[in-house]
């Protein structure tokens, strides 16, 4: 892989990179969009059950804290970013075109698990990306991220429309194609160096783990985005059970993505401490779990998914921010891959959980999330106070790390 130390960053276009970024993160959320509200419908419609669909759904979340650190933390030793991420991009296109040959429960979770040891480093390195092009250039996070929100919306109702069409049973192949979307835009991708040395970046990588504030700004992310596990894994199967067609689905789906993206359109403007956001997310993500497990009507779903702006909206928003004012340029990678990592053990507890809960107690699962939701909320109040002493400004935006 080539290095990326050595590019003449002075001379990148700021628009050009901004484009290319919006590319990507629209194929890498296409992709998402497509597989979050219908991977799970496909293993049904192959003929696995409740049981082994939780074990598989939980098979990203568990590469996140095996896997994915080593993939972010070899690509910031060898400034390889881009690379890392074209490799990744096209070993999830091959990955999901496997998986549709497949419909034995251990067969389809192995191609998974290889595929997944290629998708999830992808989310964690497009952000440190994202980060580092955000301090060169002085641009905001959120407008950036939001073009994954909205492709992800396009990725959703496209497959809406497509369940009513077609056979469930051919859904992976619309998600292999978007995956092979990715792999096209991954290489439009500009190289982007960093000042510091490998040794260096790696001690100090390690120091990341040693702060406290740091510490509790990854827990509560991971409390907070895994409570939406059980919406995730089985929000899809609940609603398609109730009678809601496909377009229904996606539309749910996509009230909450469409939600999201005001927030991240709207984040420049946000002015109140980072802390404070991420507490606010976690109390309205609490909120929200707990309406959904009454099994609320289809107006009252519709009216509670636009709170996903919140619970996963916000939350990224302030999580980003926080990291982006704590965590110097040079050592993005690691830092969001511990991110990930402590992400990926909560979220793969919390869908394994999921699964046995829900095959006992259907939608009250989600006073399982909530707890999770509330303890988030609970561990950024307590670390206010070593968080609060960080500048405030427009989410996402911040000067560039002086050794970057």
């Not at 783990?209 to 089985?234: E, K, M, P, R």
């Not at 929200?288 to 099994?295: D, E, P, T, V, Y």
């Amino acid at each position: 892989m080539s290095s990326q130390a050595h590019i003449p960053t002075p001379h990148v276009d700021s628009r050009r990179f901004a484009l290319r970024l919006a590319l990507f993160y629209g194929a890498t959320f296409g992709l998402i969009g497509a597989h979050l509200p219908f991977f799970t419908v496909w293993l049904k419609a192959v003929g696995i059950d409740s049981w082994w669909i939780g074990v598989i759904a939980a098979v990203p979340a568990l590469t996140r804290f095996t896997v994915l650190p080593v993939i972010t933390g070899n690509a910031e030793k060898l400034y390889s970013l881009r690379a890392a991420l074209i490799a990744t991009t096209l070993a999830t296109a091959i990955g999901f075109a496997a998986i549709g040959t497949q419909s034995i429960p251990l067969a389809v979770l192995l191609v998974y698990v290889f595929t997944s040891c290629a998708w999830t480093p992808m989310m964690p390195l497009t952000d440190a990306y994202a980060l580092r092009g955000v301090r060169r250039f002085g641009l905001n996070y959120g407008p950036l991220r939001l073009w994954g929100s909205a492709a992800f919306v396009a990725g959703a109702l496209a497959c809406g429309l497509l369940v009513d069409a077609i056979a469930p049973v051919h859904l992976i192949w619309v998600i292999a194609a978007i995956a092979a979307l990715g792999v096209l835009t991954g290489l439009g991708l500009q190289p982007l160096g960093v000042g510091k040395t490998a040794t260096s970046a790696s001690q100090d990588g390690n120091a990341l783990l040693g702060d406290i504030g740091f510490l509790a700004v990854i827990a509560t992310s991971a409390l907070v985005q895994g409570s939406h596990a059980a919406y995730y894994t089985f929000a899809s199967i609940a609603w398609q059970q109730a009678g809601l067609g496909g377009m229904t689905i996606a539309g749910l789906w996509s009230l909450g993505v469409l939600a999201e993206i005001v927030m991240f359109a709207v984040s420049p403007r946000l002015r109140s401490p980072f802390w404070l956001m991420a507490v606010i997310a976690a109390l309205c993500a609490a909120l929200r779990w707990i309406i959904m497990a009454q099994s609320p009507p289809i107006a009252v779903l519709a009216v509670v998914q636009l709170a996903h702006g919140l619970s996963y909206g916000l939350t990224q928003v302030g999580t980003m921010s926080l990291l982006a004012h704590r965590v110097p340029s040079h050592m993005m990678a690691r830092g969001q891959g511990y991110l990930a990592a402590c992400t990926g053990i909560v979220s793969s507890l919390a869908s394994i959980a999921s699964g046995v809960v829900y095959a006992q107690f259907g939608q009250g699962v989600y006073y399982l999330m909530a707890a999770m939701a509330l303890a988030g909320a609970v561990v950024m109040w307590l670390a206010r106070g070593r968080l609060a002493s960080h500048r405030h400004g427009a989410a996402g935006a911040g000067q560039e790390h002086p050794s970057s």
